[in-house]
């Protein structure tokens, strides 16, 4: 089955440092990938969406990686400040099939 | 409207009741989703509307979950019976075409079944 693997144990850094955060995917082959960012009681907020084709995509201080060969994802926020503090879920998905499948999300806390 | 908006934001059900959570998407959006959190998790796929068609329901848990969006506009998800693993937070996402772009999420429903 489509299985979608995120950092489980959460992610401690100081501020001004670059934050990465992995998504591995599993038995799928997604077009595209999107990562979301959701803080305690709201709903996810849209970042980055990446095809298959593309390697690499920024956005501010957001970086989005996406290697097909590996199966492997990256997000990486540079310069990272405290309000970067956040779940951050990715979401590979198959086109076809019209529905995001989320990870479970990986908790960021920057330091002061 | 401005955003996705659920109602209720909370709601307390006892065992064996039936509830309804409202979801009135973006304005002019074809697809709407529902997804099911539970805490410390990611959300999990429920079901999926294009306009009024319900065109991927195989995430429902059971047949305890209904869910509905007849005009193709505000969608609905029923739970009939409701039990204590049903407690979760119920998100509804809209996207503005058929193609699955940028999700739209609302602030979710946060059901707690006693």
């Known amino acids: 089955s489509q299985k979608i693997e995120q950092n489980s144990e959460a992610l401690n850094i100081q501020e001004g440092k670059t934050a990465t955060l992995t998504c591995n995917y599993t038995?799928?082959?997604?077009?595209?990938l999107q990562w979301y960012r959701q803080d305690p009681g709201r709903g996810p907020v849209f970042l980055l969406l990446?095809?298959?084709?593309?390697k690499e995509k920024r956005k501010e201080r957001l970086k989005v990686t996406f290697d097909t060969t590996l199966k492997q994802s990256l997000f990486h926020i540079t310069a990272s400040q405290p309000a970067d503090s956040a779940t951050y879920l990715c979401?590979?998905?198959?086109?076809?099939?019209?529905?995001?499948?989320f990870g479970t999300g990986t908790l960021l806390a920057v330091q002061p | 409207g401005a955003g996705v908006s659920q109602s209720p934001r909370y709601k307390v059900a006892k065992r064996g009741q039936d509830v309804a959570l409202r979801c009135d998407p973006i304005?002019?959006?074809?697809?709407l989703f529902w997804y099911q959190q539970a805490l410390g998790q990611g959300p999990e796929f429920l079901t999926y509307?294009?306009?009024?068609?319900?065109?991927?329901k195989s995430g429902l848990p059971s047949d305890r979950f209904f869910a509905e969006r007849p005009e193709g506009s505000v969608s609905t998800l029923k739970i009939q019976r409701t039990q204590q693993e049903d407690s979760a937070v119920y998100l509804c996402?809209?996207?503005?075409?058929?193609?699955?772009?940028?999700?739209?999420f609302g602030e979710g429903s946060r059901l707690t079944v006693l």
């Open positions: 996402a809209s996207s503005r075409d058929r193609n699955t772009g940028e999700l739209f």
């Open positions: 979401a590979p998905t198959n086109g076809a099939t019209n529905k995001l499948i």
């Open positions: 304005s002019g959006h074809v697809s």
């Open positions: 038995n799928y082959s997604p077009a595209y």
């Open positions: 509307f294009q306009n009024e068609a319900q065109l991927d």
């Open positions: 990446i095809r298959e084709n593309e």
